[in-house]
């Protein structure tokens, strides 16, 4: 039996129609919409998987708005999915909508994805990611590798052969650009297959078994649809697939490439897409460098540049830039000379890109990279009807999303919740329980203006890759909750160092998941009690406190967290001064950051009591104070203990400074002297502006300095760089000047009348109560009467 034969350029029971096309081309899709009312077939075959038979006719529902995807997965592995995108400029969505529209069957006919997902299963490939229709990965519709092994791009090559080094630019002109007006719907078809037959003669079939399975199985579905509607069938797939539909094979032949094929249960549905993932820069193989270019040409009814650059012109204005309908006008001129000057019919994405760079950004790529980005690429965000098949916990989703009104969206946005109102709360709850499932619609950013636990800022884009992770996560349950819920617990016992568990619990705390709290508690007490590496203690004790802090914001009961928290520090002091002894200079200063850590943890805890007596707070300055004397413990360790005990008020500024003195003594290494120094007044914590206002400091550290021997200087003076380049330009300054000036009289390095301005052995109220009127009129007292004032001076100086 002889395979379909190709009668493009025929009518309507003639045979099947071949109408090869390239997968999101708006050129493509009007010309499939004006051969498809030419011939009016009464089936209309599409490349696409069969599986999805049952779903097209959710595509005439209201609701239903491109770009969408049919979405497969494996029923016993979601992860293991491929999408096949359909915009409003798909050939296959028009052929779809015209099949609807008609009361014409319309049916899928390649592959069944059940064996597309299983070959993926098989060659241990992945297989999440995009697909285009039918699994092609190409330009026109499919990319084939050439005889050498190297995939090729067809339009790559006709364009090449066209004396064209963009094929982009080639399809506008030959195909985007076409006249609207042909005696044959056909032609267009009629030539592009001709073209493809020539390269396939020129670089075979591709080699891949694939691709040559995938062909076989559309020319069986060709023939059974030619017997059931007597050749009315038209058949729309892949420009690169009609030479291999045309080949005339046996029905055997095309059966034996399909026997023996593996298989895999699936599931398929509609779910939304977006521009944005259509385009090529997003690793999607059929994809396009332009998606809202392409849709503006699909849908603009006349003068497609005039709108084109109307609409720049209204995005830049919504930015605040100064565009004017003149300046649209010269852009369509300007555009408009481009395309005569290159000799192309009309202007193309290239032409109107030129001309609005010149005209409407002065010649700045800045603006150029939003038109691209809004425009050019776009940022729509498709829909489907809740009538589309849906795991459990995506309608469950889809219903928080809707009361707590977060619609998803395509175009990155920020959010600002305030966690004392109800809603914001619940919203917070959402988005903490999808990141916990691994849902990230959603990503914490810092917040503006507050940096109070009852404010949270988030980064929200909706991906449609997230329907993925959504079918994912419906392994753990049916709704959110339930879901996240079932993850912590799993999470918590297999978790496999103590950070991961108390960073559990504080994401339990966030998303409120008091269900899962009781066995992550219990699998946090018994690592923390197995747990001997002071590091893993330390690094654990600062996400419990924190844990501790967000249950406080949130009203949540933290009873038992605190008692292991308590119970965790108290581990952390009696084991972190032996943990700290003996220690080289990387591992000194991961010490000193969990030192910074655990000090930051045991402020926020207060006032606690400790085991024994006494309370955590006098517990860990006890401990600092052993870590400051101590001879065996690193420099850096010790000058920032000395540091802590100082900004407590546990340390008088004598005793520090004779601490100092001691460290920069002669008969100390300059390299331990400069160790001890970094952790006194480095690492981010405020020590230039301590050198600053306490110059006897500052001149221990300068005599110290001047004394280091000439051999020794290189040795210490990455330490000290290190130092002081963290200080803010000012606080540079500052002291650069302080040491310029040197001591004054009376042995201090600040004599008054002297040196730089502002520094002085005594306040200086004269230059306090200059600034008086100011305050006064900050905090509102410009109305009180003079005792005010006095006492406003008084507390002043």
């Avoid at 077939?41 to 959710?58: F, S």
């Avoid at 590798?145 to 339009?155: C, E, H, K, N, S």
């Avoid at 302080?738 to 009289?745: D, H, I, M, N």
Wanted: aromatic share 4%.
């Amino acid at each position: 039996m002889t395979g379909v034969e190709s009668t493009a350029g025929r009518g309507a029971g003639a045979g099947p129609v071949l109408l090869g096309v390239r997968h999101h081309g708006p050129g493509s899709a009007r010309a499939v919409r004006a051969a498809l009312e030419g011939i009016r077939p009464r089936v209309v075959l599409i490349e696409g998987p069969p599986e999805a038979d049952a779903l097209i006719p959710l595509a005439a529902e209201a609701e239903m708005r491109p770009p969408v995807a049919l979405l497969a997965h494996a029923v016993d592995e979601p992860g293991r999915s491929a999408f096949w995108p359909l915009a409003e400029f798909s050939p296959e969505w028009v052929a779809v909508r015209w099949a609807l529209e008609h009361d014409v069957p319309a049916r899928f006919i390649d592959l069944p994805a059940t064996h597309t997902l299983a070959w993926g299963r098989q060659e241990d490939e992945a297989a999440v990611g995009e697909g285009p229709p039918a699994g092609g990965t190409a330009a026109d519709g499919d990319t084939a590798p050439d005889p050498a092994g190297l995939r090729i791009d067809p339009l790559g090559v006709l364009a090449e052969t066209a004396g064209y080094d963009d094929p982009e630019r080639w399809w506008e002109d030959v195909v985007e650009h076409r006249g609207a007006a042909e005696d044959d719907a056909l032609a267009p078809f009629t030539a592009l297959e001709e073209a493809m037959t020539a390269l396939r003669e020129t670089y075979g079939s591709g080699g891949l078994d694939r691709d040559l399975v995938r062909e076989a199985y559309m020319r069986l579905q060709v023939r059974a649809a030619e017997r059931e509607f007597e050749d009315a069938v038209a058949v729309v797939c892949g420009a690169w697939h009609v030479p291999a539909l045309r080949q005339k094979t046996t029905v055997a032949a095309d059966k034996a490439l399909l026997k023996g094929l593996p298989k895999v249960k699936t599931d398929m549905t509609w779910v939304p897409w977006t521009h944005r993932r259509l385009s090529r820069s997003s690793g999607y193989g059929a994809g396009i460098d332009s998606p809202g270019w392409y849709g503006h040409l699909f849908s603009a009814p006349d003068r497609p540049v005039e709108r084109w650059l109307t609409k720049v012109a209204r995005l830049l204005r919504a930015e605040d830039r100064m565009v004017s309908s003149a300046h649209v006008i010269e852009a369509v001129r300007l555009a408009e000379t481009l395309a005569a000057m290159r000799g192309r019919p009309l202007p193309g994405l290239s032409e109107t890109t030129d001309a609005v760079r010149a005209v409407m950004c002065e010649g700045s790529d800045v603006p150029m990279a939003l038109v691209r980005d809004r425009l050019v690429v776009g940022d729509v965000l498709g829909e489907v009807p809740p009538s589309a098949p849906a795991v459990p916990l995506q309608r469950d989703l889809t219903r928080l999303q809707r009361r707590l009104r977060l619609k998803p969206e395509a175009l990155e946005r920020e959010v600002e919740l305030d966690l004392r109102k109800e809603n914001d709360a619940a919203r917070s709850r959402l988005l903490h329980r999808l990141r916990l499932l691994g849902i990230a619609w959603g990503e914490p950013a810092a917040s503006r203006g507050s940096t109070g636990t009852f404010r949270e800022t988030w980064r929200l884009r909706w991906e449609p890759e997230l329907a993925v992770r959504v079918a994912e996560a419906g392994v753990w349950g049916t709704t959110v909750l339930s879901a996240a819920t079932a993850k912590a617990e799993g999470d918590a016992v297999t978790a496999e160092g103590l950070a991961d568990v108390t960073g559990l619990a504080e994401r339990c705390l966030l998303a409120e998941l008091p269900d899962a709290l009781p066995t992550v508690m219990r699998v946090l007490a018994d690592r923390a009690a197995l747990d001997t590496d002071v590091g893993h203690l330390a690094q654990a004790l600062p996400a419990l406190v924190r844990t501790l802090r967000y249950g406080d914001v949130r009203g949540t009961n933290t009873g038992a967290l605190a008692e292991v928290a308590a119970g965790l520090a108290e581990r952390v002091f009696v084991g972190l001064p032996p943990a700290c002894a003996g220690l080289d200079a990387d591992a000194a200063e991961e010490m000193r950051r969990h030192v910074d850590a655990v000090h930051a943890a045991v402020g926020l805890l207060g006032d606690a009591p400790a085991e024994g007596h006494g309370s955590l707070r006098g517990r860990w300055q006890s401990v600092l104070r052993v870590l400051s004397g101590r001879d065996t413990v690193p420099g850096v360790i010790r000058g920032r203990a000395v540091r802590l005990l100082l900004d407590d008020g546990e340390l008088a500024q004598d005793e520090a400074a004779v601490l100092m003195g001691l460290v920069l003594s002669p008969g100390t290494l300059p390299a331990d002297a400069a160790a001890w120094i970094e952790g006194f007044v480095g690492g981010g914590s405020g020590g230039g502006m301590l050198l600053v206002h306490d110059e006897r400091l500052l001149g221990l550290v300068d005599a110290w300095l001047t004394g280091v021997p000439a051999e020794a200087f290189t040795d210490v003076l990455p330490l000290l760089r290190r130092t002081f380049s963290a200080y803010e330009p000012g606080v540079r300054r500052t002291l650069g000047e302080l040491v310029r000036r040197g001591p004054g009289p009376g042995g201090g390095r600040a004599a008054a009348g002297s040196g730089t301005p502002g520094f002085a052995a005594e306040l200086d109220l004269a230059r306090a109560d200059a600034v008086l009127p100011v305050v006064r009129l900050l905090l509102g007292l410009d109305d009180v009467d003079e005792n005010t004032g006095n006492d406003l001076a008084g507390v002043t100086g």
